[in-house]
């Protein structure tokens, strides 16, 4: 009878077990189970009560209060073949006054953010569409303020045009691939200053504001591509990596009346950067911001569009770097504007006068201001994201321009994201935490909903059939006394008396995040299949990590590594210690900053650490970017030791555990190099371990099956070694 009793118990434990739904690598990155549906951003029409969108490969108007289509503006098939249209539209703008539309279509896509296309101009009101240009793909076509020119950049050079057609008119002539850019960034201030596009119209479209880079003695790097050919192809481009020459950047003013260019009065200077340039309301004055090269000196400028004179605005300076944003804004007709800045020691927001006198702090306390979303000039009032509850979540608040405090716009805990229309009567806001998939809602400007976009229920009826664990937010003390942050998985099946094996995934780079209230997207789904086959997945927001304040952001300058490994690898001692969790199998994953991470643990913290594995990582500092690098290291001769002690090539000879290096070999962000500089350090050291290289792939590692393969590969990984 209590064979029959057990074996009873057996069948029905099996049958609970059994019950769940397994997840798949193929659930996840090939049939799209698990996918979330998205509302992408919006385009708002000058009322603030329409928006606009592609819809079936044509472009609709939407009342955004009730979700009603209201016309069609553009219908992509009737001009198909049409001076070699396409029939697609990948992208769209409006001129200021919205009679004319910009048409992109067949983008090809050159870095992160840099692409070429063709460009076509629709006319609204006669109904007509014309071609930009027929040469060959343009970049960054934009059509001047009051509706009557086109400007675009092409084999880099700039050009302009009658919006209505014309000859094109040459604004530079000496551009060349490898050379001189004129009116588009080069390599390293698209990656790292985050913006490609480098020209501007002024306000009333008379003049064009933009960036000449010189880089013709910057050093060169090749990429080796392979396309089933009889020889490789070789992708050379200009790269400085830290110590090397600069571009030299500078700025020029060009009239469209006279033709005339003019020169700005700056030193053209390879040690200074110029991350932003930005016309005022007043179309003769253009503001400039002017780093030093190791972007802990800032000044703002303001330019006379005329004479090319420059008069300083505001100084900042700092004992480590200075964040460069967007936030610069102009009010009240230009006299004024917004700026931030971490002077207190959090990231707030400030007015100032034009000639740079400060007014207000508008913003204050500990706590970091996330995102400047704008100023609203009809209600005098301010909009921004804040993590003013805890580093974990993002809040949106508006507040009176006089005001001391701000209001709060969200209802949700979680991470709050907003776009606001127009004239700020109403926002798009998304609403996510680490156990709920995204929902997006329309509100008025106050925050109060009007009508729900998506709420992705499909999600959560798929966590219910999987029966997921719930992402479990805690923190502890290190041994330096130092209160880290940090989010738990477990086994869906967990047994408090059960030893389970831990994979610790981060990240850890400066101001970035792993540890928020958000939902976690494809990894998400990745780290519950692990925890089904019974690992507890955890990460860590080490020091060095953002919404804390300057001083904790900040306090990794010059020893980029040594602190954040520290923090790793007391947070995998600290979770050995519980009674859970077998301490003997511990494993990291990380990519890029990650990986170089995940490499640093599993060296310095090899009596922790059983298993690594570091997806396109940085090896050794001296061989990444001037300008991320630099600003956080300065150079390799002015911090050799820096760069030396906090670089995994250095440790390969104390590698005990498993380690798996993987690279895409067309990444042009984090070289192959680094990996294989790092293979040849651990074979000189005699240390085994496993690789994964993937041809012609970029630092994302995605294209015909990668994702799958590279999942799959690490999941056996994890299996085989923990």
Known sequence: MLRLFCLLVIMVSSSVVWSQKEITLEDIWDKGTFSTKRVPGFSFMNDGLHYTKIEDNTIQ????????????????????????????????????????????????????????????????????????????????????????????????NLYYQKIDGGDNIAITSDGRFNEVINGGADWVYEEEFSFAQAFDWNADGTKIAYMRFDEREVPEFTMTLHYDQMYPVYSTFKYPKVGEKNAIVSVHIYDVESGETTDMQLPADRELYIPRIKWTPNPQQLFLTQMNRHQNELNLYAMDASTGKVDIVLEEKSNYYIDVDDDLTFINDGKEFIWSSEKSGFKHLYKYALNG???????????????????????????????????????????????????????????????????????????????????????????????????????????????????????????????????????????????????????????????????????????????????IVVSVDNRGTGARGEEFKKMTYLQLGKYE????????????????????????????????????????????FKAAIAVAPVTNWKWYDTIYTERYMRTYVENEAGYDENSPIHYADRLKGAYLLVHGMADDNVHFQHTVEMANALIAANKPFDTHFYPNRNHGIYGNNARIHLYSKMTRFLMDRL
């Open 61 to 156: 108007k939407y009342n955004i209060t009730s979700g009603e289509k209201v016309e069609g503006l553009f219908d992509a098939e009737a001009f198909k073949g049409q001076d070699g249209f396409s029939g697609t539209i990948a992208n769209y703008s409006f001129d200021n006054e919205e009679e004319f539309i910009l048409i992109e279509t067949d983008i090809e896509s050159i870095y992160r953010r840099s692409t070429k296309a063709n460009f076509y101009i629709y006319n609204r009101e006669k109904n007509q569409l014309r071609p930009v240009f027929t040469e060959g793909k343009i970049s960054y076509a934009t059509v001047s303020p009051d509706g009557s020119f086109v400007a675009f950049m092409y084999e880099n």
């Open 357 to 535: 006198k400060r007014e207000k702090a508008l913003t204050s306390g500990s706590w970091d201001v996330a995102n400047f979303y704008g100023y609203d000039p009809e209600r005098k009032q301010i909009y921004y994201q804040a993590s003013k509850k805890n580093p974990m979540e993002r809040e949106i608040y508006s507040q009176g321009i006089n005001e001391s405090d701000g209001t709060l716009i969200s209802k949700e805990t979680g991470t709050n994201n907003a776009q606001f229309s127009s004239t700020f009567d109403y926002l798009v806001l998304s609403n996510s935490t680490a156990n709920r998939a995204a929902q997006y809602t329309v509100c008025e400007g106050d925050g109060s909903l009007l009508r729900v976009l998506e709420d992705n229920e499909n999600i959560n009826a798929l966590q219910e059939s999987y029966q997921t664990s719930p992402v479990e937010f805690f923190n502890f003390n290190t041994s330096q006394n130092v209160l880290l942050n940090a989010w738990m998985i477990k086994p869906p099946n967990f047994k408090p008396g059960r030893k389970y094996p831990v994979l610790m995934y981060v990240y850890g780079g400066p101001g970035a995040q792993t540890v928020t209230d958000a939902w976690k997207g494809a990894n998400y789904w990745w780290f519950q299949m692990l925890a089904q086959k019974g690992y």
């Open 565 to 608: 490994t520290e923090d790793q690898i007391e947070a995998a001692k600290y979770l050995g210690s519980l009674d859970y969790i077998d301490a003997d199998r511990i494993g990291i994953f990380g990519w890029s900053y990650g990986g170089y991470m995940s490499s640093l643990c599993i060296l310095k913290g090899n009596d922790v």
